[in-house]
């Protein structure tokens, strides 16, 4: 569980701390984790990755992107936690889990690990699901041995984009938005990264970058439409949204079919920017 949301949020209603996971754990979004590799979602780290080093890689949910973490420094070995006890279990079981890695459940405010266990730690979209993402990466960076690294990968919901303009995107990306600030989380947390960086002592020692998420190119246009659509409507998002007063269901449904509308389009295009930081300890 994450610590509670400050006063505030959406109104004068909170949720409690997006413990729930603003996505949810449903086919959505486990096919959208199937996606990650280290190249489309690690690209910043990948040059620094060798055989040998001890990694951690926080937020792991499935573990497709963890698996070829490990497979890049193997016999190195790689260790993912993720706070769902589900995905913990979905990805130990795997039958293709490489022998240099395992899987274990972990709050990141309260991880067992000692000091400097790590020569990497890899946290690809975890902050703007914490309440305290200064803190998370206070946590994070004293686990990493001296010479060591800490890479951070975020989206940032206000700087995604698309064409041709549809108001479906608009009212996706106010929802997504509004319920995660009702958690007291920020899923416009790319441009915040520098800024969580330096309230956490740690802004010198970052090498800032950026890459982006294309549809197409990443994922096809109506399959990335379509998982989007699919995690709008799944119960989960609608209870947050009803709880908070954001939205209801008919009104998240009608965006949903908006999506897939706008995906039929045959110059249909998105793209969802990230800021990256390799912090050097």
């Known amino acids: ?75 190195g070995e790689v260790l993912g936690v993720d706070v769902s006890p589900d995905a913990v279990r979905q990805a130990q079981d795997d039958p293709d889990r490489p022998a240099n890695l395992n899987y274990e459940t972990g709050d990141v405010y309260s991880l067992r690990f000692a000091d400097q266990s790590f020569d990497v ?8 699901h914490l309440t305290d993402p200064v803190a998370a ?13 800490l890479a951070l990968r975020e989206g940032d919901y206000g700087s995604v984009f698309w064409y041709p ?18 958690g007291g989380t920020e899923v416009d947390a790319g441009r915040r990264l520098v800024h969580w960086l330096n309230e956490a002592g740690l802004a010198d020692k970052a090498s800032i970058s950026g890459s982006v998420w294309t549809f197409p190119g990443y994922e096809p246009v109506r399959d990335m439409a379509a998982s989007w659509a699919d995690r709008l409507t ?48």
């Open 1 to 75: 569980m994450l610590t509670p949301a400050p006063a505030g949020g959406v109104g004068t209603t909170t949720i409690d701390a997006m413990s729930e996971y603003i996505h949810g754990h449903g086919p959505a979004a486990a096919r959208a984790h199937a996606l990650r590799n280290a190249v489309n979602s690690a690209g910043h780290l990948v040059g620094l990755l060798e055989p040998g080093l001890r990694v951690l890689d926080l937020g792991s949910a499935s573990g497709a992107l963890t698996k070829d973490l490990a497979a890049r420094v193997a016999p």
């Open 137 to 149: 990466i206070m946590a994070l960076a004293r686990l990493v041995r001296p010479g060591g690294y």
């Open 234 to 281: 799944e119960r989960h998002f609608v209870g947050l949204a009803e709880e908070l007063g954001v939205s209801d269901e008919t009104s998240l449904v009608r965006t949903a079919a908006g999506l897939i509308e706008w995906a039929n389009r045959p110059d249909a295009f998105l793209a969802m920017p990230h800021i990256e930081a390799i912090v050097r300890l």
């Open 121 to 128: 730690v890899h946290v690809h979209q975890v902050l703007h």
């Open 165 to 182: 303009e549809a108001a479906a995107w608009r009212s996706w990306q106010e929802t997504y938005q509004l319920v995660a600030r009702g």
